[in-house]
């Protein structure tokens, strides 16, 4: 079973930049993704990442702007997150599926961390 922690989230203001960080545990060759989730709306994707880090894609609203990458050494995945917009505003959560295709596909691990909250406000 995978054990995802988050962290790094905090209030920051517009144009301002925050890096999140995910360690995740008792796992092997996991595929792992970012998700957000602003009150009142539903979970949404994004970005992901592959095991070997050579691919990775986005979701159009942050494209650009956040920075999915990880370091399989220290067993952690990075988000980014620069020119940050109010609509950011969200309790960001890590995720880890077996393949890296799961998540092209639309598909979503059973896997999450508690979250950590992003606000951006001036």
């Known amino acids: 079973q995978v054990q995802l922690v988050e962290s790094g989230g905090g209030l920051v203001q517009p144009g301002g930049s925050l890096r999140l960080s995910c360690v995740a545990s008792?796992?092997?060759?996991?595929?792992m993704g970012w998700f957000r989730q602003a009150p009142g709306n539903q979970r949404e994707f994004v970005a992901a990442?592959?095991?070997?880090?050579?691919?990775?894609?986005?979701a159009d609203s942050v494209k650009g702007r956040f920075t999915i990458s990880r370091i399989n050494a220290k067993n952690t995945v990075y988000l980014q997150m620069n020119s940050l917009k109010p609509e950011d505003t969200a309790v960001y959560y890590c995720?880890?599926?077996?393949?890296?295709?799961?998540?092209?596909?639309?598909?979503?691990?059973?896997?999450w961390g508690q979250g950590t909250k992003v606000t951006v406000s001036s």
């Open positions: 990442i592959s095991w070997g880090g050579g691919s990775t």
């Open positions: 008792g796992g092997s060759t996991y595929a």
């Open positions: 995720n880890a599926v077996p393949n890296y295709s799961d998540y092209l596909q639309g598909f979503v691990g059973q896997y």
